[in-house]
């Protein structure tokens, strides 16, 4: 479950750099191969091989390996050709925001799913030693692809929050748009607070319920269990639970003291992605703040943007 167990599928495997972790700059000659390593959970393999699973949350990752094949420019949004690459970064302009001065200036950061390495990236620039895990093997390949050449130093987990890697202690550990996908968020929390350091920080957000319900990419057909418990199911497809502010904060207060809790509108693609039309980062963070403090949207974020400190 570690990248120093990997070896590239169908060619020779180069050697890794001392490690683990790896200096992502001298990972060039793994950067586009498909590898494989052993999962953190059997069922992984299975799913990447194109199994189906029992109705719930593993059902994102069906429709994951699904959506690979069938439009792989969509999950790949690093690539600057990609149909989202633009939207995707302002997004993250949006975390790096409200998040960048609390991340810690040294030491390792868990990415906790990580997907095709936008986090990671941003982690890896600012020197930080990155642990990403994510349960969905070719978002792996692709994170290594966009890691390398970087600095910082990386590994890579193949496996799942509920079986969360052994690994030195944490100084923070980030999980953007994450924990609604997964189907035990309170084992999740307490696996990650025993892995951060005394003090540590956890970096969360998950898609919120009514925002979430108002954005242009929502299923079809999910108004009524959106209504019922805020739990959207379309069996081998998608799964998702979006949250209400509360409901975060319960999930998080056995291990964490919440420091902030910041609604986001997501302006490039939330609930009002159509009406702000073509925006930069200052335009977003200046909406964003207007659409928070009026009485009549601030409840119609897309997601809730948490940073909590390990008690
Ligand atoms: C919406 S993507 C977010 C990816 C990345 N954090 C970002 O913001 O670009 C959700 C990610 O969660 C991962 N995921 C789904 N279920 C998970 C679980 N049980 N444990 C950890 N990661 C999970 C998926 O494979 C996917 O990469």
Not at 241 to 259: R, S
Request: proline letters at 9%; aromatic letters at 8%; a negative charge.
């Amino acid at each position: 479950m570690s990248l120093a167990d990997a070896h590239i599928v169908g060619g020779p495997t180069p050697a890794l750099p001392p490690g683990p972790l790896f200096a992502a700059n001298a990972l060039q000659e793994w950067a586009g191969s498909s590898f494989w390593m052993s999962p953190g959970d059997p069922i992984l393999e299975s799913i990447h091989h194109g199994g189906s699973v029992p109705p719930g949350p593993m059902c994102n990752l069906v429709g994951l390996v699904k959506a690979w094949d069938d439009h792989p420019e969509w999950l790949d949004f690093l690539d600057p050709g990609a149909p989202s690459h633009k939207q995707k970064l302002l997004e993250r302009g949006i975390y790096e925001h409200h998040w960048g001065d609390l991340l810690p200036s040294t030491g390792r950061v868990m990415d906790l799913g990580g997907g095709c390495g936008r986090f990671a990236a941003w982690l890896l620039d600012r020197g930080l030693d990155v642990e990403v895990v994510d349960p969905d093997l070719r978002s792996l390949w692709r994170c290594l692809q966009h890691a390398s050449g970087r600095p910082g130093r990386l590994d890579l987990h193949w496996s799942t929050g509920e079986a969360l890697p052994e690994v030195a202690p944490l100084d923070a550990v980030i999980a953007p748009e994450v924990l609604c996908y997964c189907s035990d968020p309170d084992a999740i929390i307490k696996s990650v607070a025993q892995r951060l350091k005394p003090g540590g920080r956890l970096f969360c957000s998950v898609e919120a319920r009514w925002g979430w319900a108002a954005a242009l990419d929502v299923p079809a057909g999910t108004l009524a269990s959106l209504l019922e418990d805020g739990v959207v199911h379309l069996p081998g497809d998608v799964w998702v639970h979006t949250y209400e502010e509360t409901e975060l904060a319960n999930l998080l207060a056995p291990y964490f003291q919440v420091e902030s809790m910041i609604p986001t509108h997501y302006v490039p693609s939330g609930p009002f992605e159509l009406a702000a039309g073509e925006v930069d980062l200052e335009e977003i963070l200046a909406l964003e703040e207007q659409l928070r403090s009026h009485p009549k949207t601030a409840h119609l974020n897309r997601a809730w943007l948490a940073v909590a400190r390990k008690i």
